[in-house]
């Protein structure tokens, strides 16, 4: 089956980018999603498509997607985007198609 | 406004079995395909169960196979999870997600959850 390998955690200051990285064998083939979840909150969409946005989210967010890594970035971090961030793929050839990376762990300092 | 809201959850004892319910409000029900999305304690998001809108398609990730049944309801637009043969790895918070309408490839929205702890 497919895996993502997510780092486990992220450190960024206030005011600074935040690039969250998601790895998987050819990645850059495929559509690449993004959700955040705050502590004790549901998953939100935050990325579609590895760079579109859902309506009500901030332009501080976006992405890349090219080869073998996608990228989630965050620009001029707020203490409000500190959360777990999850990739998400489609493995078009898996019969458990609905793949999420493992998490990474955003703080902002 | 657009929602799902998850109940059915609860303490049950290994082999024991429980009936999650998501209701949905403020869209189309039938025109959207949906899953059950779980994270067990301190761990990230594990996909569970997929249904389509209708002449329903159905997945399970392979740890549920043969255990879980996936429905829905249309006309009550209501998913349902049920769940048999516990275990307790399925002790989770279970997640309702709707897939985006023209796409099957991610969750659009996501209803807060419901907790299934399995234990003796």
Redesign the interface.
């Known amino acids: 089956s497919y895996v993502l390998t997510q780092p486990p955690s992220v450190s960024v200051a206030p005011g600074q980018t935040a690039r969250i990285t998601c790895g998987g064998n050819n990645i850059g083939s495929k559509g690449v999603h993004w959700y955040q979840q705050k502590p004790g909150q549901a998953p939100v969409l935050v990325v579609y498509d590895a760079s579109d946005r859902p309506s009500g989210i901030p332009e501080r967010f976006s992405g890349s997607n090219s080869e073998n890594t996608a990228t989630l970035t965050i620009s001029r971090l707020e203490a409000g985007d500190e959360a777990d961030y999850y990739c998400q793929v489609w493995d078009v050839t898996s019969d458990h198609p609905w793949v999420f990376g493992g998490g990474t762990k955003l703080t902002v300092l | 406004e657009v929602q799902l809201v998850e109940s059915g959850g609860g303490s049950v004892q290994p082999g024991g079995s429980l009936r999650l319910s998501c209701a949905a409000s403020g869209f189309t029900f039938s025109s959207h395909s949906f899953?059950w999305?779980r994270q067990a304690p301190g761990k990230?998001?594990?996909?569970v169960s997929?249904i389509s809108s209708s002449s329903p398609t159905i997945?399970?990730?392979?740890s549920v196979q043969g255990r879980f049944t996936i429905s829905r309801d249309n006309a009550k637009n209501s998913l349902y999870l049920q769940m048999n043969s516990l275990r307790g790895e399925d002790t989770a918070v279970y997640?309702c997600?709707r897939v985006?309408e023209s796409r099957?490839?991610?969750?659009?929205v996501?209803?807060?959850?419901t907790t299934v702890t399995v234990s003796s």
């Open positions: 899953s999305v990230g998001l594990e996909w997929y997945f399970y990730t392979d997640y997600a985006h099957l490839d991610y969750m659009d996501w209803g807060k959850g």
